[in-house]
């Protein structure tokens, strides 16, 4: 029985066009049944390797096994293992949800009894079945999720690739959709790989997470491991102008040996191991030092601070969009 596996070896990928190193030397593994998250920002690489371990894009170096086989040498036997779901749905609008997944077992080489049975079976999993009559030029923009996740499981892949399968999508239709892959993933033991821009996603999913940006794997673990990387707990303080805040990381620095600190203009993180109890110091240096703080805070560590922290910028800093945490 082949394993639904993934290896992958110092893989790269340069695009000739406009000379871009999206993938660099890019090394990781998903066990069986894994639920494995490739969290980045836009641009991060995310797509590129998604499209290359499902066959559909080249490497330029490195070696990518997926189910136990090579992506290169053997693209047909990678394929009878494997889902996929990218980011453009490959749905017909003119066609109801019942024909688009009776096309799709047709093309898995399903008889017709057999096609109207797994169709029926399929519909019922996403919850599309008062739908399925309906053309999915009318759906929403869950239902067609949900519709193309369907038609990916159609030949029970062993493997599941999903390239930012909520994106876009309003938080109900995000949950819906994050049940139905954990069910998936708990009880048919499906390997999910999935790429995305939401840290609570991964964080809710995901049994380990590569963290990528700018086309390099910055960190990776379990979410819990990554959030221990950094300590148990943040201090957030806030300041009324960049001055105060550069003196107070400074005073931090030298008075409580603060290493870990974020400085974000008017707002200095810190990391620590004791929230508590650094708290109390942290007031009390600052106090002597005349320092007002507006605001501070204790918290435990999102993913979006391990992203802070490892590469320097929240995680939708790129884009300007808000970020999530
Ligand atoms: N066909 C292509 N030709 C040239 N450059 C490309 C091509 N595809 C992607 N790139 C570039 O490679 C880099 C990585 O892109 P990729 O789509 O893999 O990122 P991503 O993490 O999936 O981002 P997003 O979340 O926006 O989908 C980007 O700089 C992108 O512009």
């Known amino acids: 029985m082949v394993k ?36 980045g920002p836009n641009g991060a690489g995310k797509s590129t390797t998604v499209q290359i371990l499902t066959t559909l894009i080249n490497a330029s170096s490195g070696k990518v096994e997926v189910a136990e086989q090579d992506v290169i040498q053997q693209p047909h036997e990678v394929r009878k293992y494997i889902g996929v779901a990218l980011q453009d749905t490959g749905i017909d609008p003119s066609l109801t949800g019942r024909e688009m997944l009776k096309l799709q077992c047709g093309i898995f080489g399903f008889n017709k009894e057999e096609a109207s049975k797994r169709t029926k ?38 493997i599941l690739f999903l390239d930012e399968p909520t994106t876009g999508l309003d938080p109900s239709n995000r949950k ?27 964080d809710f999913l995901a049994d380990r997470i590569a963290i990528i940006d700018g086309g390099m794997i910055v960190a990776e673990g379990t979410p819990a491991e990554l959030k221990s990387q950094i300590g148990n ?31 974000k203009g008017q707002q200095l993180v810190m990391y620590v191991q004791d929230g508590t109890k650094r708290l109390m110091e942290v007031v009390r240096v600052l106090d002597h030092h005349s320092i007002p703080i507006q605001s501070i805070n204790v918290d435990s560590p999102t993913l979006d ?21």
């Open 4 to 39: 639904g596996t993934i290896e992958v070896e110092h893989l790269t990928k340069t695009f000739k066009k406009g000379n871009v190193q999206a993938v660099k030397d890019v090394s990781f593994n998903v066990k069986e049944g894994e639920f494995f998250a490739f969290l």
């Open 233 to 263: 707990d943040l201090i957030t303080m806030d300041f009324s102008s960049e001055e105060e805040t550069h003196q107070a990381m400074e005073i931090l620095n030298e008075e409580l040996m603060a290493t870990d600190l974020v400085n």
């Open 176 to 202: 819906s959709i994050w049940e139905y892959l954990e069910r998936l993933n708990k009880e048919e033991g499906t390997t999910i790989f999935l790429t995305t821009q939401y840290l609570e996603e991964a």
């Open 305 to 325: 601070d391990i992203f802070l922290k490892i590469t320097g910028e929240g995680i939708r800093d790129k884009k300007g969009e808000v970020q999530h945490g």
């Open 121 to 158: 079976e399929l519909l019922e999993v996403v919850q599309l079945t008062e739908s399925a009559d309906r053309i999915c030029g009318n759906y929403s923009g869950g239902m067609r999720r949900r519709l193309d996740l369907a038609l990916t499981l159609v030949n029970k892949p062993k």
